[in-house]
């Protein structure tokens, strides 16, 4: 494999290794399907520490920017958000102005997304809805948050829209979400936040769960909103000036 690598400087390296993986399939030196070297190869080839290398590997993961295979490898997946590939998205996320600006936007698309998914979602989708929120609670109110907070809910909840325009536009901007998600979660696991927003935030996601469940968008869509506003402060406050870039 011909492909370049650059060696990693900066302080922080996982994010740089995301970037770069980024900008190699946005030039195509990467293609859809094509297996990466083996992480302590790649590991070896960039610079930087094997933890480093996984922790990007788990963030492209999320973003479903690469396919984890056990026992075989990783892939890049056979289709990228296209809004990861542009420069706007290797930008982003670099000040808290813009992380702000970015967080409301994705607000406006989660609260129409909770109010439609309460108007469509069919009984199989509440069941597979009812599964997820259920597993997150259990984790969150045990200290065990998942690697990607709760994501995998919102991005159900995209889904449950049924329509395919807006679950993709959700998906394209899962980079700022994930990253969002990342310092919040960060922030609860660290207890910086004390043991109060653990459980408003278990309450808030069952109040909005429940809605959909009973099919009023209304309600959805208020507990969405609320959900969002509640925890901005702390997502604000989890990025410290150094982080952001400032």
């Known amino acids: 494999m011909n492909i370049h690598f650059a060696t990693i400087k900066t302080k922080k390296v996982y994010e740089e290794v995301v970037d770069q993986i980024l900008a190699l399939i946005s030039a195509g030196d990467l293609k859809p399907g094509q297996q990466l070297p083996p992480e302590r190869e790649l590991a070896q080839r960039l610079g930087v520490s094997r933890p480093s290398m996984r922790e990007a590997f788990s963030i492209l993961e999320m973003f479903g920017v690469v396919e984890i295979r056990p026992g075989d490898g990783t892939y890049v997946a056979h289709r990228v958000p296209p809004s990861l590939l542009s420069p706007v998205a290797h930008a982003l996320m670099r000040t808290k102005k813009e992380i702000l600006e970015s967080y409301e936007v994705c607000s406006v698309l989660e609260i129409e997304a909770a109010r439609l998914a309460a108007e469509r979602a069919t009984p199989e989708d509440l069941v597979e809805l009812q599964e997820i929120h259920h597993s997150l609670s259990r984790s969150l109110t045990s200290g065990q948050t998942p690697d990607d907070g709760d994501t995998t809910l919102h991005k159900t909840i995209a889904r449950l829209t049924h329509n395919d325009v807006f679950y993709q536009l959700l998906e394209d901007i899962q980079y700022i979400l994930v990253k969002i998600n990342r310092v919040f979660y960060q922030a609860l696991r660290a207890g910086a936040t004390g043991e109060g927003p653990i459980e408003q935030s278990v309450?808030?996601?069952?109040?909005?769960?429940?809605?959909?469940?009973?099919?009023?968008?209304?309600?959805?869509?208020?507990?969405?909103?609320?959900?969002?506003?509640?925890?901005?402060?702390?997502?604000?406050?989890?990025?410290?000036?150094?982080?952001?870039g400032q």
């Open 203 to 244: 309450a808030e996601l069952d109040r909005l769960v429940k809605a959909i469940v009973n099919h009023d968008p209304e309600g959805a869509a208020a507990a969405m909103r609320a959900h969002l506003d509640n925890v901005k402060p702390i997502i604000m406050a989890g990025i410290s000036e150094e982080d952001a």
